[in-house]
């Protein structure tokens, strides 16, 4: 069974923000393997409206798609995108082989504002109606406490100008109850995927999806078996792994 990939991108973001993940994820499982989704309103040079329903269906279209096509559906979610991947888990009772959250916010306070109108210089400004509309599902979303067999991985650059590091920590202890992996970027920024740290950040998607990908057989049982036969201290760890 191959691997259908849906990327979504943050709410004042666009399809660039992953597209060097995007690129190389077509490269190691195939184009039609991967789409990089274009949120409602995002295709123009107008400013877009928050439009939760209009935003889970494109994802639902994507999802749909490839569940057609009976394959392994990974959801990857930059910023607010993240949060769009767990509200359309939520409302469809949808269960994807793979989420990853990639600097994702889980609550908006007043802390927030100095950050967004720096993340936002030279930007146009975006409706008070949208924002408030954009906090509120962030917050509901992020208060939320999802099932400990929902396979994820939280990926945060630790230099996240936007969302702080320990948001990160929160969605693993917090919402994923300890079950999720947690990977810390060096040096990378929110645009984690552009810039410092990026392409460490490209490899750990990619081998969380190689694990995905390549099932898990026999061969690699018989492996952990001799290993922890040598090692009985990494019994505990492999088990776990």
């Known amino acids: 069974m191959s691997v259908g990939i849906v990327l979504i991108h943050g709410y004042t973001g666009s399809p660039g923000n992953l597209q060097p ?24 040079n107008e400013t877009p409206l928050f439009d939760e329903p209009k935003f889970l269906d494109c994802i639902k279209a994507a999802a749909d798609l490839y569940k057609k096509e009976r394959r392994k559906i990974i959801l990857i979610g930059h910023s607010t995108g993240g949060v769009l991947a767990l509200s359309f888990i939520l409302k469809y009772s949808f ?5 990853i959250l990639v600097s994702a916010p889980k609550r908006i306070d007043v802390s927030y504002m100095e950050r967004w109108k720096k993340h936002r210089t030279g930007r146009a400004e975006m409706p008070f109606s949208s924002i ?13 406490r999802f099932n400990n067999k929902l396979p994820a991985l939280i990926l945060h650059g630790d230099q996240d100008e936007l969302v702080p590091l320990q948001e990160a920590d929160e969605w693993r202890k917090n919402s994923f109850n300890n079950s999720a992996r947690l990977v810390i970027i060096p040096s990378a920024g929110h645009d984690i995927f552009r810039g410092a740290g990026s392409a460490p950040a490209v490899d750990v998607i990619l081998r969380a999806v190689s694990d995905i990908a390549v099932p898990f057989g026999k061969q690699d049982r018989k492996t952990i078996d001799t290993l922890t036969m040598v090692e009985p201290e990494l019994k505990k760890f492999l088990a776990v792994s």
């Open 21 to 44: 993940l995007a690129r190389q994820l077509a490269v190691n499982f195939g184009n039609d393997s991967v789409k990089s989704i274009c949120l409602p309103g995002h295709s123009t």
């Open 95 to 99: 269960a994807p082989h793979l989420l």
């Open 132 to 144: 408030a509309k954009m906090v509120s599902l962030i917050n509901h979303v992020g208060a939320q």
